[in-house]
């Protein structure tokens, strides 16, 4: 990739340069950079909700659909700021820039955008988008002259393969809150719309998951996979698991059961036979088959649900209304134990996604009271 043109630019900005300046001068050459043309790239995009417009929208051209006279299908959308704009060290005007971009990527001209950049040529930051979820792709990064090569490197693989799967890890801290209840349900109901579903059983010690199905958990099979690598297992190692839905056809969704032997060996053996990202590094050969990878998580911050929120996108953190333990734990999973892990990630992931109450009946007492504690 040629960077030069690049490189002249952002050494002449000005260091307070305004969003205009920053919009004429830094966008047209990073969007070249990341392989857009000018006639792939609309400004001023009419979301389609009210008023609004985004900065910049792109997309590729495929063959007569010219994506400046289509404007439709956007890809990517970038919200421009001014060097004036501090979007350094999660500043407020940072947030408010992140929130700003999640509003026009949901609105409904760009239902089709996967990815979302907010930059002001200082910091870049890249957003997936997948159904209706938005997560960091990558931190919020200072761009400089020594990382710029790095940085656009690495923004244009991501979006030039973008990934199929939403990594969800469904973990409180809290146990009984319904978190095998719903990764099995909700791979069903994902399956009623159309979405595969891989659900892996990561609670060794009650593998739950796994019962709740009527499979039988695997000797070896998981632990093999995990620690000796050995990836020729995959075959092994993943169940397919079928049911008739209503009108007599077929519902499936895939998993990875529980596995013996990971009981048997312990936490802290296992803990120096294997490091907290390998549970991660070994699911990327699923993420371009299934829509969604589900991981039933273990209850207590400990190796196992570290592994998994480690792992995972985004947390899902079930529940329950009758409970104010499980909320006083889900916002310790918020507070405490996910931005641990964004420290040692460094890739700005996991987040959480909003409470989720399991289903479970509820009083309007319950509910008053539960909103109380929230606020
Ligand atoms: N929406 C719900 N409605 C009724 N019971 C539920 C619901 N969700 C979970 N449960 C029940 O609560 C108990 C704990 O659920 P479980 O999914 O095993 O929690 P966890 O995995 O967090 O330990 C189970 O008996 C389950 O059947
Ligand atoms: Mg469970």
Redesign the pocket.
């Known amino acids: 990739m040629d960077l030069s043109q690049l490189y002249q630019v952002l050494q002449s900005l000005p260091r307070d340069a305004q969003e205009s300046i920053v919009g004429n001068i830094f966008i047209p050459e990073l969007l070249k950079a990341l392989g857009f043309s000018v006639t792939e790239t609309v400004p001023q995009f009419g979301t389609g909700s009210g008023a609004d417009t985004v900065d910049y929208a792109v997309r590729r051209n495929a063959g007569n659909d010219i994506f400046i006279h289509t404007k439709s299908n956007p890809y990517l959308l970038l919200e421009l700021k001014g060097r004036d704009i501090n979007l350094g060290g999660n500043s407020t005007q940072y947030r408010s820039a992140v929130y700003q971009l999640k509003r026009y990527l949901l609105a409904p001209n760009c239902r089709s955008a996967q990815w979302g950049i907010v930059t002001n040529s200082t910091y870049i930051q890249l957003f997936r988008k997948h159904g209706k979820v938005i997560h960091p792709a990558f931190p919020c990064w200072e761009l400089t002259l020594d990382n710029l090569n790095e940085v656009v490197c690495a923004i244009k693989k991501k979006i030039d393969n973008p990934q199929k799967a939403l990594t969800i890890a469904v973990y409180?801290n809290?146990?009984?809150?319904?978190?095998?209840?719903?990764?099995v349900n909700l791979a069903a109901t994902l399956a009623m719309q159309k979405k595969l579903s891989l659900i892996v059983d990561f609670?060794p010690n009650?593998q739950?998951l796994t019962n709740s199905l009527r499979l039988k958990p695997k000797e070896d099979t998981l632990y093999s996979w995990l620690v000796n690598k050995r990836d020729q297992l995959v075959n092994e190692l993943i169940t397919a698991y079928q049911y008739p839905n209503k009108s007599g056809g077929l519902l499936r969704f895939d998993i990875i059961t529980g596995d013996e032997k990971l009981l048997s060996l312990g936490e802290e053996k296992l803990r120096q036979m294997l490091s907290i990202n390998r549970l991660r590094q070994a699911l990327e050969v699923f993420k371009s088959q299934y829509d969604y990878i589900l991981i039933?998580s273990a209850?207590n911050w400990r190796f196992f649900s570290q592994c998994a929120v480690y792992a995972a996108d985004v947390v899902l953190i079930?529940t329950?209304h009758n409970s104010i333990y499980s909320l006083e734990n889900a916002a310790i999973v918020i507070k405490r134990f996910i931005p641990e892990i964004q420290n040692e990630r460094k890739d700005g992931g996991p987040i959480a996604l909003p409470i989720f109450y399991?289903?479970?009946?509820i009083t309007e007492a319950q509910k008053l009271r539960h909103l109380q504690r929230i606020n």
């Open positions: 409180n809290k146990g009984g809150v319904g978190k095998t209840t719903t990764t609670d009650q739950d039933d209850p079930p329950k399991n289903g479970e009946f």
